[in-house]
């Protein structure tokens, strides 16, 4: 059963303008992790944020910003003020406790366009 | 710090035949992972080591797919023989040690897998 579904497939913006990526996952487990990676055209999965299932605190590093609920069983991304080089596919990620390995969405492609 | 090593970057083969990928992981990374990924998916989990040990490979089609970590560093995925379904990227990562699980994977760039 699919764990991380992000139903954007693609998404095109202007450079400065925010992009928000949406994630919703479903687990059983009452402990579980979140994770946003970022893949540029080089191939190479670059891990970006983390957040564990019993903190719900949203927070800010620098132009990232993520928005946690439980409630809906969704996990979203926000790049502000975006830059040409955020073009990438981005990926949500879950992990359930304990078994020390991530269930990959699909990816949502950002292009900036400058 | 020298990041997750993968060669060969681009393979192609006829079907039917075989291939082996190589993955060198950070040193002192306990964990290492190979995931394939194809066009227009997520990564999606082969096989988990611990050292040199299996976790988990419940998602390797044994019957073509093989792995193995010698001596708990390097390691080498086989596939044996090739279909035309198994044309993807083959993603090594590697994590510390399974204790203090993050979740921060290190990738490397992949093997690019098309079997004609």
């Known amino acids: 059963a699919q764990k991380v579904t992000q139903a954007q497939t693609e998404i095109s913006v202007v450079e400065k303008e925010d992009v928000t990526l949406d994630c919703v996952y479903e687990?059983?487990?009452?402990?579980?992790?979140l994770f946003w990676y970022k893949q540029p055209p080089s191939g190479e999965l670059v891990f970006l944020i983390r957040?564990?299932?019993?903190?719900?605190q949203n927070e800010i590093s620098g132009r990232y910003s993520w928005n946690f609920q439980k409630s809906t069983s969704s996990f979203n991304f926000t790049i502000t003020a975006s830059q040409v080089v955020d073009s990438a596919v981005y990926f949500c990620?879950?992990?359930?406790?304990?078994?020390?390995?991530?269930?990959f969405g699909a990816g949502t492609t950002v292009t900036v366009r400058a | 710090e020298a990041g997750v090593a993968q060669s060969p970057r681009y393979k192609i083969i006829e079907k039917r035949q075989s291939v082996a990928f190589w993955c060198n992981p950070i040193?002192?990374?306990?964990?290492l992972y190979w995931y394939q990924q194809i066009l227009g998916q997520g990564p999606k989990l082969l096989i988990q080591?611990?050292?040199?040990?299996?976790?988990?490979d419940s998602q390797l089609p044994k019957d073509r797919f093989s792995a193995e970590r010698l001596k708990g560093v390097d390691s080498t995925l086989k596939i044996q023989p090739a279909k035309l379904e198994d044309s993807a990227v083959y993603l090594c990562?590697?994590?510390?040690?399974?204790?203090?699980?993050?979740?921060?994977?290190?990738f490397g760039e992949g093997s690019r897998l098309t079997v004609l």
């Open positions: 040193s002192g990374h306990a964990t």
């Open positions: 990562a590697s994590s510390p040690r399974q204790g203090v699980f993050t979740g921060e994977l290190f």
């Open positions: 080591f611990q050292n040199n040990g299996v976790v988990d």
């Open positions: 957040r564990n299932s019993f903190d719900e």
């Open positions: 990620a879950l992990s359930e406790a304990g078994d020390y390995k991530l269930s």
């Open positions: 687990t059983r487990d009452t402990t579980y992790y």
